[in-house]
């Protein structure tokens, strides 16, 4: 939903009017949609043309062969004149793709699956692509090293996506710009559980097996997608407003994570007032065995830890649900966006339970000559391997802390909240922040923390 347009290029609209005739040409003769958004580090990912507003995944999961079989239909409207568009799918193999219920022809080449339909679609109709595909999902390893994709537990799988790894388990608009509503039904065997994000809307067993149906209202980004195939503790209890809270958490696990789990109301009742109200209808975590997982991430509703987490990791994944799921970069070079916020949120969290004040983190960190910390600004990070580095994460929750310093406490909280409120379930980009931080305080210079700080080689003179 609210796909930006921002990313695609008006070279691509003047091509395919070029393509399509004059204006007042009766019939359709649109354009392919495009092979990507044009992103600045993943030029494959995501697709032209088209806008997705939902997807009924409906998957079934066998852990004893590996074996993925899922339908993936996809609503979406045409933002252009279409002859054709592109899903991401990366492996698998695809049975068939209708469009609107007719047969379409389809081909692959490397993560693009391109979709012919049979009549060309008009722009600004809805259309719904129906895929069916099956096989060994793969495990894809980031630039940076780190796994992603589909990942192969003692007991079960995990679908993990950030940044690209969603392409790995289902066909779709793989870009954090296109934001859509989910269904995800999974059928695995009697025995395990499926969890995923938002919802628990149904669940029914036949021959054996059972289908856990999980629904996300709200929109989601494809990368804070999950799907947890295993053996699971589950955990129900309430949080602020009677909001339901579902944990997940490998039997082996349990122990170590009870006492944490247990902060999620009192976190998220904290968080409340910090970055205004929880943006989703539902929350939780799901908690894996080490080494299953080697990172945590903000998956949607349902952050996945790999083993009991840390307050402080806690409060870092609950507070992107404010800061990444529900405001999501508008492409992978605004990341700061993400972690930098969560990152200032444990600082913050620090501060107020009786911990180190986040301008003494700052000031810790200025003083540190470790070059990790300096090697890039963190609104222009070297390439895709090192959108999660340091300085994405520590100095970009620096440059909060110098926000905060330059408007005073009070004007910092209406910023925090205020961003979070400005582009709820939306997207969000760098030049969009600082122009909101100048609109908040319009007296104020931000000129050397945007050039030093946000933009800026090396270390800043003055911290
Ligand atoms: N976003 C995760 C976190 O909180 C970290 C992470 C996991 C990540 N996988 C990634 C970051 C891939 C960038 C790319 O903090
Ligand atoms: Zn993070």
Redesign the pocket.
């Known amino acids: 939903m609210s796909r930006s347009a921002r990313l695609v290029p008006a070279v691509a609209a003047l091509l395919a009017l070029a393509l399509t005739g004059t204006a007042c040409d009766a019939g359709v003769r649109g354009a392919p949609g495009g092979s990507g958004v044009h992103d600045p580090y993943f030029p494959s990912a995501g697709n032209g043309g088209y806008d997705v507003t939902h997807y009924a995944l409906t998957l079934d999961y066998a852990p004893a062969t590996r074996r993925l079989t899922g339908t993936a239909v996809i609503t979406a409207r045409a933002i252009q004149d279409l002859t054709a568009f592109d899903l991401d799918l990366d492996g698998l193999d695809v049975g068939s793709v209708t469009v609107d219920g007719r047969d379409a022809r389809w081909n692959r080449a490397g993560q693009e699956l391109t979709v012919r339909p049979h009549d060309d679609l008009r722009a600004g109709r809805t259309f719904t692509a129906a895929v069916r595909y099956s096989g060994v999902p793969r495990t894809l390893t ?1 630039s ?1 090293g ?1 796994r ?1 994709g589909w990942l192969r537990t003692a007991e079960g799988a995990l679908g ?1 996506g ?2 690209v ?1 969603s392409m790995a388990w289902f066909p779709g608009n793989h870009h954090p710009s296109d934001k859509a509503a989910y269904d995800i039904a999974v059928t695995v065997p009697v025995g395990l559980q499926a969890v995923s994000n938002g919802e628990l809307a149904g669940r029914t067993g036949k021959g054996g097996r059972t289908t856990y149906s999980w629904h996300t209202a709200q929109p989601m980004a494809s ?1 804070v997608a999950v799907v947890a195939v295993g053996r699971y503790d589950i955990g129900r209890t309430t949080g602020p407003h009677g909001l339901p809270v579902l944990t997940a958490v490998d039997p082996q696990q349990a122990k170590a994570s009870k006492g944490v789990l247990a902060k999620i109301p009192e976190i998220l009742g904290w968080e409340e007032p910090n970055f205004g109200p929880y943006p989703f209808s539902s929350a939780g975590a799901i908690v894996n065995r080490p080494g299953d997982v080697q ?4 998956t949607q509703t349902r ?1 996945v830890f790999p083993g009991a987490p840390d307050t402080g ?1 806690l409060v ?2 609950l507070a ?1 649900q404010w800061y ?1 799921d529900s405001v999501t970069p508008l492409s ?1 070079r605004d ?1 700061w966006l ?2 930098g916020f ?1 990152t200032y949120a444990e600082w913050l969290y620090q501060e107020d339970h009786g911990g180190k004040s986040a301008q003494q983190a700052f000031a810790d960190l200025y003083e540190s000559h470790d070059d990790s910390l300096w090697a890039f600004p963190p609104a222009r990070p070297a390439d895709a391997a090192h ?2 580095g340091r300085p ?2 520590e100095r970009g929750a620096m440059v909060l802390q110098k926000i905060r310093r330059k408007v005073g406490d009070a004007a910092f909280h209406d910023i925090l909240r205020g961003w979070a409120a400005a582009h709820r379930h939306g997207t969000a980009d760098t030049a969009q922040f600082t122009a909101f931080v100048e609109k908040r305080a319009p007296d104020k210079d931000f000129g050397e923390i945007w050039k030093d700080w946000l933009y800026g080689d090396g270390r800043p003179d003055r911290p």
């Open positions: 980031d940076d780190s992603e993990l950030e940044p790894g990368y990172y945590a991430l903000e952050p990791t870092h994944e992107h990444g992978w990341m993400n972690e969560a959108i999660s994405v994460y």
